[in-house]
Antibody, heavy 126, light 107 residues
Framework: QVQLVESGGAVVQPGRSLRLSCAAS????????MYWVRQAPGKGLEWVAV????????YYADSVKGRFTISRDNSKNTLYLQMDSLRAEDTAVYYC???????????????????WGQGTLVTVSS | EIVLTQSPGTLSLSPGERATLSCRAS???????LAWYQHRPGQAPRLLIY???GRATGIPDRFSGSGSGTDFTLTISRLEPEDFAVYYC????????FGGGTKVEIK
C-alpha cells in the first residue's frame, strides 16, 4: 500500500527558509517521478515543483522558481522541498504526490498523480 | 502556459442525479494530457481520470471522462453521498497546472 508522509511544516517569518520532507513507502520510489502541490487557505490546488524518477529533470512553477528547490534521495525513499525567501503568499498546505506512471522523466508522461500524502501546513507570517 | 477554466463553479444536485463538469483549456492539450481529481475536505486529493478518459485504479464506473483538444468533461452518472466534493482538472504538460475547481454540493 502506497504511503506518503509529509513533514517539516511550520510557522516561519517572511524571508526565512524551510525544508519539507516526504517519506515514501509501499512502492518502488526510484521508479516514479514526484510532485509537490500546494493549497492556500480557501484556494484551489497549485502545482509547485516536479522531479523525474531519477532526479535528473526538475520543473518549477513560475511563482516559486529561483526560491524553491525540489530534490530526492532515492537511497532514503524521501522527497524534499527546500523553500527559501519565503513570502506570505507561500502559506499553504503542501502535498507530495506520486506520478501515476513510472519511468517518466517529465510531467507529460506522468499520467497525473495517483497517490498523495495528507499534507503539511506552512504558514509564513511575522 | 495553458490556463484551465472549470465550470460551473458550484453544482447543486441531489443524490442519484447526474453531474456534468466542464474543463476548458486556453490552448489545445496535447495527447489528452488531462486528469481529473476529487478532493474532499480534510482528505488527500484522489486521481479519478487520466489521459482524459482512463479511469484510475479502484475508481467506480459511474465516473467517466471525455473530450479532447480544448474541451473536456467529467461525468458522474449517479451521485452517491460520498461524491459531494470539489473536483479539479489538471493538464500535465511541462507546466502541470490545475483548473480552479468545481464544487459539487448537496441540493
Amino acid at each position: 500500500q502506497v504511503q506518503l508522509v509529509e513533514s517539516g511544516g511550520a510557522v516561519v517569518q517572511p524571508g526565512r527558509s524551510l525544508r519539507l520532507s516526504c517519506a515514501a513507502s509501499g512502492f518502488t520510489f526510484t521508479n516514479y517521478g514526484m510532485y509537490w502541490v500546494r493549497q492556500a487557505p480557501g484556494k484551489g490546488l497549485e502545482w509547485v515543483a516536479v522531479t523525474s524518477y531519477d532526479g535528473t529533470n526538475k520543473y518549477y512553477a513560475d511563482s516559486v522558481k529561483g526560491r524553491f528547490t525540489i530534490s530526492r534521495d532515492n537511497s532514503k525513499n524521501t522527497l524534499y522541498l527546500q523553500m527559501d525567501s519565503l513570502r506570505a503568499e507561500d502559506t499553504a498546505v503542501y502535498y507530495c504526490a506520486k506520478f501515476h506512471l513510472g519511468y517518466c522523466s517529465s510531467p507529460r508522461c506522468s499520467g497525473g498523480a495517483d497517490s498523495w500524502g495528507q499534507g503539511t501546513l506552512v504558514t509564513v507570517s511575522s | 502556459e495553458i490556463v484551465l477554466t472549470q465550470s460551473p463553479g458550484t453544482l447543486s444536485l441531489s443524490p442519484g442525479e447526474r453531474a456534468t463538469l466542464s474543463c476548458r483549456a486556453s490552448q489545445s492539450v496535447s495527447s489528452s494530457y488531462l486528469a481529473w481529481y476529487q478532493h474532499r475536505p480534510g482528505q488527500a486529493p484522489r486521481l479519478l481520470i487520466y489521459a482524459a478518459s482512463g479511469r484510475a485504479t479502484g475508481i467506480p464506473d459511474r465516473f467517466s471522462g471525455s473530450g479532447s483538444g480544448t474541451d473536456f468533461t467529467l461525468t458522474i452518472s449517479r451521485l452517491e453521498p460520498e461524491d459531494f466534493a470539489v473536483y479539479y482538472c489538471q493538464q500535465y504538460g511541462s507546466s502541470p497546472n490545475f483548473g480552479g475547481g468545481t464544487k459539487v454540493e448537496i441540493k
